[in-house]
Structure formats: C-alpha cells, structure tokens
C-alpha cells in the first residue's frame, strides 16, 4: 500500500508512478509538456530561485580579446553558479521538518532533490470541466 502525506491510500489512483518511473532530476525534460515540481524527499511544494550572479543565465563577456574593445559588450559566458538555468528550485518546508517528515520510500532522498511530473486532466469528471 502506497499512503500520502495525510495516510490516504493512495495505491490504485491515477497519475501516480511506480518508483522506476519517477523524474528526480534539478531541472524538467525539455519535451513540450507543462511541468510541475515538488521536493522529491517530503512532497513540499518547490519555488524558483533566481540566480543573483547572472543575467538570464550569462555572467560575462568574452570576445577573444586579451583587452576587450566591443563598443557594446553582450554577456556570451554561461554562469558557472546556475549554470545557464536563471536560478534554481528549492523545498519550500524548513530543513529540519523536510529531513524529519520524507514521503515513505524516500528516506535516502537529499532535502533539495526535485520531482518532476505532469498533471493529467482526469476523464472521470465529465467533458468541460478542464475547458
């Protein structure tokens, strides 16, 4: 039996995945699909945090020049703190609660690791309701 956060049995619903199947990565596939997140240790919700040493993922200039003499320089080097990504996602929940209350089966998963999935609309509600 597979429970919730609240102990709900949560086995036999749909949309949820076999462990096999589950996206823990920093990052969503790039495939066209809309991603959602959460922590992957305690199921919290994750927030995107942006990058502060960066503008939209480029950090400096580099032209080739030992001395640089652009007239209008443009960021070109990926930063090496988000790599590239703007920022990065973080568990929303304080790091003593996340450590303390993991999903079952997740107790070896860091604080910090994120999960990927996408929410399917459900048929059992009739047409229009995602309309």
């Known amino acids: 039996m597979r429970v919730d956060k609240t102990g709900r049995d949560v086995t036999d619903l749909p949309g949820l995945w076999d462990e096999s199947d589950l996206i823990?990565?920093?990052f969503h596939p790039?495939?066209?699909q809309e991603w959602y997140c959460q922590c992957a240790r305690c199921g919290s919700s994750a927030d995107f945090h942006r990058c502060d040493q960066c503008e939209d993922g480029?950090?400096?200039h580099e032209c080739g020049e030992d001395c640089c003499c652009c007239a209008d320089p443009e960021l070109n080097v990926i930063c090496d703190i988000c790599q590239g990504h703007e920022g990065w996602y973080l568990c929303?929940?304080?790091p003593e609660w996340c450590k303390s209350n993991p999903l079952p089966g997740r107790e070896?998963?860091?604080r910090g690791s994120i999960q990927w999935f996408v929410v399917e609309p459900r048929e059992q509600f009739g047409e229009g309701v995602f309309d």
Do not use: N, R, T, V
């Open 24 to 26: 823990i990565q920093d």
């Open 30 to 32: 790039h495939d066209g």
């Open 58 to 60: 480029y950090s400096d």
């Open 92 to 94: 929303m929940s304080s």
């Open 108 to 110: 070896s998963i860091e």
